[in-house]
């Protein structure tokens, strides 16, 4: 019952706004935003950024949305954020977020269901949407390449979020594990889970084959839900050719 709570709690609750700072704004091409002391400083075909903590990082240079971050940082819009068509969306401050649809909306559409049966019953698959269980995984193994756990956490934490990293079921498979205590925090999980894997992979060819994310909440033993994500799910996600909605209910295990 407890897990079944946990994941009504977070289909339900209102998407992650991003509190207001005084920091220098960076739009990315794939619709999100990061937060950094002052502007990027190129070298070669990477950005070079230092964030709010001091630390410094870098990613891919093709990826800023120049004239938009130009034009936001000259206007001095706000930096809330709104999840949209599966996309991390910026809001001029004191501008109401738009009406959009939630989990729990795109579920009820599908005539899904998503509950816990009472034992020794085999748990039932919605309609339209196939839901797989698995136990919790038992130990959290330190990620074997201990550089390449250091670089997802970084790129993670350039898009506003942080994750633990731990040895997945393969040597080439890492997990995140996040703490979600709304729908919109699950989504950014999941959105910049994609954006570190495609550039992990880029600068670290052939060491990666999926990244397993899991999705806690706090305070609870439930989940909002378990993903194996792939190479081709990242780069689909981040090039938008999957709404986050629906690869969340494709995808999701719990």
Same mark, same amino acid.
């Given at each position: 019952m407890l897990r079944t709570r946990a994941i009504t709690l977070c289909l339900l609750l209102l998407a992650l706004v991003a509190t207001p700072t005084l920091a220098y704004t960076i739009y990315l091409k794939d619709g999100s935003r990061l937060l950094a002391k002052t502007k990027y400083v190129i070298e070669g075909d990477r950005a070079i950024i230092v964030l709010p903590s001091g630390q410094k990082t870098s990613f891919p240079a093709a990826e800023i !949305?120049?004239?938009?971050? %130009? &034009?936001?940082?000259?206007?001095?819009l706000g930096t809330a954020i *709104?999840? %949209?068509?599966?996309?991390?969306q910026d809001l001029a401050r004191n501008q109401a977020p738009p009406k959009k649809e939630s989990l729990q909306d795109l579920i009820q559409k599908r005539g899904a269901e998503v509950a816990e049966p009472p034992p020794p019953v085999q748990s039932r698959a919605p309609v339209g949407a196939e *839901? #797989?269980? #698995?136990? !919790?995984? &038992?130990?959290?193994? @330190?990620?074997?390449? @201990?550089? =390449?756990?250091?670089? =997802?956490? &970084?790129?993670l934490i350039t898009r506003g979020v942080a994750a633990e990293v731990y040895q997945g079921s393969t040597a080439q498979r890492a997990r995140l594990?996040? %703490?979600t205590r709304s729908e919109g925090a699950a989504f950014k999980a999941l959105l910049a889970t994609a954006a570190a894997f495609v550039d992990v992979r880029e600068r670290f060819p052939g060491q990666l084959e999926a990244l397993q994310l899991q999705l806690d909440v706090p305070d609870s033993s439930g989940s909002a839900g378990r993903f194996t994500m792939t190479p081709e799910q990242a780069a689909a996600l981040v090039g938008g050719r999957i709404e986050l909605t629906r690869y969340y209910v494709d995808n999701v295990e719990f």
């Open positions: !949305d120049v004239e938009r971050t %130009e &034009a936001a940082n000259q206007q001095n *709104v999840i %949209e068509g599966g996309k991390a *839901v #797989r269980r #698995r136990p !919790d995984s &038992a130990g959290r193994t @330190p990620f074997r390449n @201990p550089a =390449l756990a250091n670089e =997802l956490k &970084a790129f594990v996040f %703490e």
